[in-house]
């Protein structure tokens, strides 16, 4: 029986992701923001009557909240085998997180790269830990702008290129983790999971989602690749790797950019630094 950890995890591909690792009759903890969301997909996950289930509460908005989620998991679980970082937003406004930084950058981001960080040496106690994570194609649209960090300091918001940058902010987190972790037992690598039928799409006007909606997948189809990651005896070796459903896994220049993987990094350990 593995220790999964899935951000994310009460609904669209978190909650398939959980389910798909439950069937196998592993631990999967749910790390989710909404706990009654939460609770619904805990029954849910339990009705199935193969693995077991956790919830542990986290809001990435908070650097402190990620903070004592990641020590009270640690607490309990010195190994975790797999760990995926789903949990991720949308928003067309500009709005900020607690502590003060543009919210898709803090919450698809700086939010999941503490957490990460935090738990990464419980994943290095497993025999053969993976992280996973969400990336996204819209990278390719992405860039890393340090003025564009801060809320406050945003002077022109574009909530689609907010989330671009986001998700380049991922890949690149992935690939210098995996650089990182060249050697040893963990492998860090990330994936576009497809246009998918989920929530995220839900601050979308109803006609656009009404069309939309014609080109999603279900949640199921990601899941299945990221348990693919997760346990294929083929993925053993896979590191830094970046795969796609439904289009070609291309990378942008900035994303293969290690320059500027590692500049991200060190800028994010400086702001993360006090709870590391
Ligand atoms: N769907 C797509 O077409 C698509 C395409 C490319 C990449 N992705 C990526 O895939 C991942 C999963 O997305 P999805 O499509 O399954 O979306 P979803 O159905 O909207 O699920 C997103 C999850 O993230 C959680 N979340 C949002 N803000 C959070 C916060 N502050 N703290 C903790 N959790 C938070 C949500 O929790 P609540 O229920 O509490 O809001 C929800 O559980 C995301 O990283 C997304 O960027 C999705």
Redesign the pocket.
């Known amino acids: 029986m593995k220790t999964i950890v899935i ?8 909650l398939a992701t959980a389910e798909s690792f439950v069937q196998d009759g592993d631990h999967v903890i749910i790390a ?3 706990l009654d ?1 939460a609770e619904k997909a805990k029954q849910y996950l339990e009705s199935l009557n193969k693995g077991t289930v956790e919830i542990v509460q ?4 908070s650097l402190e909240q990620v903070n004592q989620a990641a020590n009270q998991l640690l607490q309990k679980y010195p190994q975790i085998d797999v760990l995926v970082n ?4 949308m928003t067309p406004e500009l709005e900020a997180t607690v502590d003060g930084y543009e919210k898709q950058f803090g ?2 981001y700086l ?1 999941p790269f503490l957490w990460t960080m935090k738990l990464l040496p419980a994943v290095k106690n497993s025999e053969h830990g993976r992280i996973i994570h ?5 990278h390719l649209m992405g860039s890393i702008k340090p003025e564009n960090f801060k809320a406050d300091q945003v002077k022109k918001y574009n909530g689609v290129l907010s989330y671009a940058n986001s ?1 380049l902010a991922n890949l690149l987190f992935s690939n210098i983790l995996a650089k990182q972790l060249e050697g040893t037992n963990v492998t860090s690598n990330a994936l ?5 039928d ?5 601050e979308l006007p109803k006609y656009q989602y009404k069309v939309i909606k014609l080109f ?1 997948i279900p ?1 199921t189809k990601p899941a299945a690749l990221i348990k693919t990651i997760a346990t294929d005896p083929k993925w053993a070796n896979r590191n830094g790797d970046y795969v796609s459903l439904q289009t070609p896994a291309i990378k942008s220049s900035k994303a293969k950019d290690m320059q500027l993987a590692q500049q991200l990094y060190d800028q994010s350990i400086q702001f993360v630094g006090k709870y590391l």
């Open positions: 951000t994310g995890a009460n609904t669209g591909i978190g989710c923001r909404n969301k986290l809001d990435l908005n789903n949990a991720g937003m919450v698809n939010g969400l990336a996204s194609m819209m998700k576009h999971p497809g246009g998918v989920s929530e995220i799409y839900r999603l949640t």
